[in-house]
């Protein structure tokens, strides 16, 4: 292919995020997906022994002409819990958690400077001519409620989406990023996640009770029967262990869904301090759970995209994607170091700001610091000053030299 001819390559070929891709981008999981192994050891292998130990309870009681379709039963119902652990475990790890698509360039630098919030930031490193609101209000509910810009993603996330720092992605009404299951749960995920942990404090309690019920049956002396039977003993310690953790979130994530939160919002905004825009009842958080159809992924990461010289493409674990103009931009500004022997930041910090406070003061004479936490975050009428303080220290450093 000749150079410079667009390339197709499909979306999770070039994707930015830290994000693991299988079956040729069917399957989407975190970086961390290594640790689905460690939880399907704890996971399978008590279910297994206990399934193993039941089995061969049903041998002896075939052996000994005694009744045995009881532990039929128990053996059957373990074996139902532990495929549904381990589907509910692959259904949260291995799909999309609702991963926001990033834009290629950030907005439109007219739409940015006319936005009016005390709030702004630069973009760095990819339009540093451009400056954006850090924050900017919508209506949830009745309720305003502030979303910020995320410098990576260069969008505004949605109300209830954050940047997961593990997986590189704004991810839509995000709880947390769980290393047990290797993912992000969210938005499309969360109910899966739900019936996981469920499920397992259901198998840990089952377990837990048989194994007992198991040591009863061997003899009037429990603490002999336990002294026999080793197995039991540490199916009854271990899903002692367990059900505390998974019992636990089971609890604690029941709590959310009913008061309509995730576990971000609970440890960050303390909505029982204020009232909360998503709380519709417990009822219709419920449903809304459980029962509200999984939205559909907001990327196809099969699909082909195209990667031409306008947009490069950096390595895997950065987030950068500069057009030809900013490159140019940058170019310029190293250059104009280069030429005047002097950095831009030291200008920045030579620079007169007794000019331009009288600009950032209120009508009573007091800086607003957060209104305008440096002096070149005013209105465009300010530039011009601006500028002729650049031009000028830059002259009086050409002559000294």
């Known amino acids: 292919m000749a150079e410079g001819k667009e390339k197709a390559k499909r979306l999770y070929q070039v994707w930015r995020g830290t994000n693991r891709f299988f079956c040729g981008g069917r399957l989407i999981f975190g970086p961390d997906v290594a640790s689905l ?19 061969h309870t049903i041998k002896v009681h075939e052996k000994d002409h005694k009744d045995g379709r009881y532990w039929y039963v128990v053996l059957l119902v373990a074996a139902v819990l532990t495929c549904l652990d381990i589907l509910f475990l692959f259904l949260t790890s291995s799909r999309d958690p609702g991963i926001i698509p990033r834009n290629s360039t950030p907005p439109d630098s007219e739409e940015a400077f006319d936005m009016n919030t005390p709030s702004m930031e630069w973009v760095n490193d990819r339009t540093p001519h451009l400056r954006l609101p ?6 949830v509910n009745g309720h305003s409620v502030k979303v910020k810009y995320c410098d990576t993603c260069m969008l505004y996330r949605p109300p209830r989406a954050s940047h997961c720092s593990i997986c590189n992605n704004c991810v839509q009404r995000f709880d947390h990023h769980c290393p047990w299951v290797g993912q992000c749960i969210g938005l499309r995920n969360y109910r899966f996640f739900y019936m996981f942990i469920s499920t397992s404090t259901i198998l840990c309690i089952y377990v837990f009770a048989f194994s007992w019920v198991h040591i009863a049956h061997q003899g009037p002396s429990v603490l002999k029967a336990m002294s026999q039977d080793v197995l039991s003993d540490f199916l009854i310690v271990y899903c002692f262990i367990a059900v505390w953790f998974v019992g636990g979130l089971t609890i604690f994530h029941f709590y959310l869904m009913c008061s309509n939160q995730t576990t971000y919002e609970n440890f960050r905004y303390r909505y029982d301090k204020k009232e909360n825009p998503y709380h519709k009842g417990i009822r219709r958080n419920l449903i809304e759970v459980f029962l509200r159809k999984i939205p559909p992924s907001l990327n196809d990461f099969r699909a082909f995209v195209h990667e031409d010289e ?22 310029m500004g190293n250059k104009f170091s280069e030429l005047s022997g002097i950095s831009l930041p030291e200008i920045l910090q030579n620079l007169r700001y007794d000019e331009l406070e009288g600009n950032s003061k209120s009508k009573d004479g007091i800086v607003d610091l957060d209104l305008h936490p440096s002096p070149f975050l005013f209105e465009r009428k300010e530039d011009d000053k601006c500028d002729e303080l650049i031009i000028a220290h830059e002259t009086e450093t050409v002559h000294q030299v």
Do not use: H
């Open 134 to 139: 850090k924050t900017k209000e919508v209506l």
């Open 310 to 331: 306008n947009m490069v493409m950096e390595p895997t674990g950065s987030d950068l994607v500069r057009t030809s103009k900013e490159k140019i931009d940058i170019e």
């Open 37 to 55: 192994i460690l939880t399907l050891i704890l996971v399978v292998g008590p279910a297994l022994s206990f399934c193993i130990k039941v089995y």
